[in-house]
């Protein structure tokens, strides 16, 4: 696939990424301590060579779009995207070899370690501001982990899923 097939068809994916949250935030309630967000999945796939303040301002701009979608979250996604986003390129050399790369490796091209740690890192920075300005923290620690923990496992199995079956490519 050519450098822009792979730029349209993150485009699409990271489209239809947001489309999917917003259906989930909307039909399903999984209780109190789960929450399932695929920001953090829709961040892996902007591109590392792209300046760090249209890469801030796209996670803003998806947060935003899944806010005034769900009318509850009053910009916590928005927030927790821009965080997530802030820390992106760190979690990613920190878990990827990314000197020479355009585009964050594939599970075939790193291996299926490095992008569970990027984006259990990436959902548990994610989660951990959602969760203690979405006021649960106010019930005490034990939830605020307990909904942290629960809302990254989640999530990170439903993007690697997702990452597994859909991104994959070569």
Known sequence: MSNQQSNWF??????????????LNNLFFLGPYVYISFI??????LPIKQNDS???????IIGLLIDLSTL?????????????CLFRKPFLRLCF???DKTHTPTIGEAGIVSHLEFLFLLSLLYFCFYTAFDGFILHGFLPFLLRVAVSSVASVLLSLILDLTILNYK
């Open 40 to 45: 953090p999945l829709i961040l892996m796939l």
């Open 10 to 23: 993150r485009i699409l994916i990271a489209v239809l990424l947001i489309l999917a949250q917003i259906i």
């Open 97 to 99: 070899n990314i000197s």
């Open 72 to 84: 509850d979250t009053l910009g916590l996604n928005a927030g927790a995207a821009v965080l997530a």
């Open 54 to 60: 249209v890469s801030l301002l796209l996670a803003f």
